[in-house]
């Protein structure tokens, strides 16, 4: 079945780039995210990726998609301490773009100051 | 701007209990969805609603899970004899369409099961 799998702890210091990585398996899916989870708070839609392209950048994010290795990374540049997160993964249940959403187990960011 | 709201954000119930978990999607969405997330697991898919009725369920939503859209605004989660396994934050999310994109979350209830 369809699995995401991702890095669970990541450390930087504020205003280094993160990169946190993620692997995916159904090679179907027109869609790939990126959620956020703050610190009490529900999962917030930060981006996604259309399965055509291989990059997609929106202000300090980047987004980069390799179907070949069905690997997904994240970006943030200039990283601050309000970007500490835990940053989930997702790929629609039955690729496409329909579906349900399986999320990998997040990949927690720790911004140092 | 519009968001998903979930009532209430902390529930503790004792094993056996029933719970019942409100959400209330965005006005002008029309698939809705529940996942979980076990302390330290993955958010995993439960069950997922369109036009009154379940479109697709999980093997975790078994028959002590049911949900409901009462009125025009909610949409309810009930455990009807709750575990201790089954302490979890739930999410719930709405979309416009059947595409996951743009899918919105709530800020999660917590159901703590002692």
């Known amino acids: 079945g369809e699995d995401v799998e991702q890095s669970l702890f990541l450390s930087v210091r504020e205003g280094d780039s993160s990169v946190i990585n993620c692997t995916y398996t159904?090679?179907?899916?027109?869609?790939l995210y990126w959620y956020k989870q703050e610190p009490g708070a529900g999962l917030q839609l930060l981006t996604y990726?259309?399965?055509?392209?291989d990059m997609k950048q929106d202000q300090r994010l980047t987004v980069l998609l390799n179907k070949k290795d069905k690997h997904l990374s994240l970006r943030i540049a200039d990283t601050q301490t309000g970007d500490s997160a835990i940053y989930f993964c997702a790929e629609p249940t039955y690729g496409g773009s329909q579906g349900n959403l399986i999320f990998g187990k997040g990949t927690k960011l720790s911004v140092k100051p | 701007e519009p968001e998903v709201t979930q009532t209430p954000s902390h529930q503790v119930t004792q094993m056996g209990q029933e719970v019942i978990l409100r959400c209330v999607p965005i006005?002008?969405?029309?698939?809705f969805y529940w996942y979980r997330q076990i302390l330290g697991q993955k958010v995993e898919f439960l069950v997922s609603?369109?036009?009154?009725?379940?479109?697709?369920k999980s093997e975790i939503f078994d028959d002590q899970f049911s949900v409901e859209r009462p009125d025009g605004s909610n949409f309810t989660l009930k455990i009807r004899s709750t575990k201790l396994e089954d302490s979890a934050m739930y999410f719930c999310?709405?979309?416009?369409?059947?595409?996951?994109?743009?899918?919105?979350f709530g800020p999660g209830t917590r159901l703590t099961v002692t």
């Open positions: 006005s002008n969405h029309l698939y």
């Open positions: 990726i259309f399965s055509n392209m």
């Open positions: 609603f369109y036009n009154n009725e379940i479109s697709e």
């Open positions: 999310a709405s979309t416009t369409s059947g595409g996951v994109y743009e899918q919105y």
């Open positions: 159904d090679s179907s899916s027109t869609y």
